[in-house]
Antibody, heavy 115, light 112 residues
């Protein structure tokens, strides 16, 4: 069955970096794009952008162009989200989700940024 | 950016009754290919969102046919007939017409 399994929760200090993973299984990884979605505590869903799993080309939403990096390890069917220079407003759950339809979702990674 | 507006903010439903959730987009979601790029998701408490409806009216795989989607180019409705306790959660509409993809703010469904 199709699964997106994400890495575990992270506790970071402001200014640090974090890299979270999303491992896909049950389908051909390069057949579908991977999107990233942010959900701040008690808030709704915000699309961060997507990465073309065939070419590795990322596309970022405007609010996520500065400190955010999407990358791939195609041989491991894994997508990564790295956030640099973390600040308090980055505290959120980050989901990976497949394809433009968002038909499958990872379980989410809670990133807490606190001094 | 396309703004997605949902109503109501919350709805309380007796099991077995129906519920409707409205979503309005600030721009037509009808693409040049004739596809209406409107999607519905349910996020149960403590869980990841799941796809319910794609392209306005198509039921996603494994979703009960109690769920249905309809609408026009800018006004959309998710209807849940015979609501069950497992339907509790927050419902989001979202579009995929152009970047950035955006979501509505969500409608919380509770059981009476």
């Amino acid at each position: 069955q199709i699964q997106l399994v994400q890495s575990g929760p992270e506790l970071k200090k402001p200014g640090e970096s974090v890299k979270i993973s999303c491992k896909a299984s049950g389908y051909t990884f390069t057949d579908y794009a991977m999107n990233w979605v942010k959900q701040a505590p008690g808030n709704g869903l915000k699309w961060m952008g997507w990465i073309n799993t065939q070419t590795g080309k990322p596309t970022y939403a405007d609010d996520f162009k500065q400190r955010f990096v999407f990358s791939l390890e195609t041989s491991a069917s894994t997508a990564y989200l790295q956030i640099n220079n973390l600040n308090i407003e980055d505290t959120a759950t980050y989901f990976c989700t497949r394809d433009a339809t968002f038909d499958y979702w990872g379980q989410g990674v809670m990133v807490t940024v606190s001094s | 950016d396309i703004v997605m507006t949902q109503a109501p903010l919350s709805v309380s439903v007796t099991p077995g009754e129906s519920a409707s959730i409205s979503c309005r987009s600030s721009k037509s979601l009808l693409s040049s290919k004739g596809i209406t790029s409107l999607y519905w998701y349910l996020q149960r408490p403590g869980k990841s969102p799941q796809l319910l409806i794609y392209r306005m009216s198509n039921l996603a795989s494994g979703v009960p046919d109690r769920f249905s989607g309809s609408g026009s180019e800018t006004d959309f409705t998710l209807k849940i007939s015979k609501v069950e306790t497992e339907d509790v959660g927050v419902y989001y509409c979202g579009h995929r017409l152009e970047y950035p993809f955006t979501f509505g703010s969500g409608t919380k469904l509770e059981i009476k």
